[in-house]
């Protein structure tokens, strides 16, 4: 059984990056073993990965990211019951404090997360509806950041007002989709599962939603991840034994390779092997009903 070796935190990045990193001689300081870090290698292995759309790459990216505070309508538009109003981004509690006045007049600011609030919402012409205003503070929220969520009467007038009001406080119209991109920038969901809630969203059956839910909860994303960390400890464990060949560690045997190489490739091909199944669900299966007139067609 193959098992990572470790070397130093250079030599991850010599393996990663061969033109930096690079030691003074080929060989270990007297006294330092080799010291691996998976953790270290998982981290810059996607900026070897080229600019071909890497998910890990456009999140690493982020880091000079600067959010803006963003607000939408969460709800469908139409008459119902409740029409929430959703906050986004480090001044999120600030522009939901500047239109909602608290029945008990404690201040938003100072509310902790998973706490709702009961009040009056207020634009530059006054009160215009009874609300609850829901808190999370980051990192505990859908998105990682702080999120305040204001339920109002349902009614197109009422959640427009309520949009315009923490429009006219700093908030940015989020655009479609942007919550759950928020979410994984943050690193609150991997790219599978930000696709799984459209998937759920647009479920139209049983199956459907069961496969859209597990793809939510990171069934999907934790096989990928499985597969990825076999095929960095592999070529890690390789690279180290080709540098340093005089140190006590495992040899890499051909058939212990070829034979850990096989394993993934066919979790590969098993994954991809339930694409087509995982379509049907979420679009279903075109069919054409064909026959002479006045048979039953219709009736089917």
Not at 9 to 27: C, H, M, T, Y
Not at 53 to 76: C, V
Not at 84 to 113: C, H, M, N, W, Y
Request: hydrophobic share 40%; glycine share 10%.
């Amino acid at each position: 059984m193959l098992g990572p070796p470790f070397f130093k935190r250079w030599q991850s990045v010599r393996f990663l990056f061969p033109e930096r990193g690079k030691p003074a001689q080929n060989s270990v300081a007297a006294g330092a073993k080799p010291c691996y870090n998976k953790a270290k290698i998982k981290e810059l292995l996607p900026f070897c990965q080229g600019a071909g759309g890497s998910p890990f790459l456009q999140r690493s990216d982020s880091m000079n990211w600067q959010p803006s505070t963003i607000a939408a309508i969460a709800t469908p538009l139409g008459v119902g019951g409740i029409g929430v109003i959703r906050i986004s981004g480090p001044d999120a509690v600030q522009t939901a404090e500047a239109i909602f006045s608290p029945a008990g007049g404690k201040a938003l600011s100072s509310s902790r997360g998973y706490t709702a609030h009961y009040g009056r919402l207020h634009d530059q012409d006054g009160d215009f509806d009874e609300v609850v205003a829901t808190v999370f503070r980051a990192p505990r929220s859908y998105t990682g950041e702080d999120v305040v969520e204001l339920s109002c009467h349902g009614g197109m007038y009422l959640v427009q007002r309520a949009l315009r009001a923490a429009l006219d406080h700093g908030a940015v119209l989020a655009q479609p989709g942007e919550f759950t991109k928020r979410a994984y920038l943050n690193g609150k969901v991997s790219l599978a599962q930000a696709e799984s809630v459209m998937d759920l969203i647009g479920a139209s059956g049983r199956q459907a939603a069961r496969a859209a839910l597990a793809g939510r909860d990171g069934v999907l994303s934790r096989k990928i991840d499985g597969i990825a960390e076999a095929l960095i400890d592999l070529a890690a464990h390789l690279a180290a034994w080709n540098d340093y060949p005089d140190e006590d560690m495992e040899s890499v045997e051909p058939a212990s390779l070829a034979a850990a190489l096989r394993r993934s490739l066919s979790e590969c091909r098993a994954l991809l092997g339930s694409y087509d199944a995982g379509r049907i669900l979420r679009e279903g299966v075109d069919t054409a009903i064909i026959g002479r007139p006045n048979v039953g067609k219709s009736t089917l």
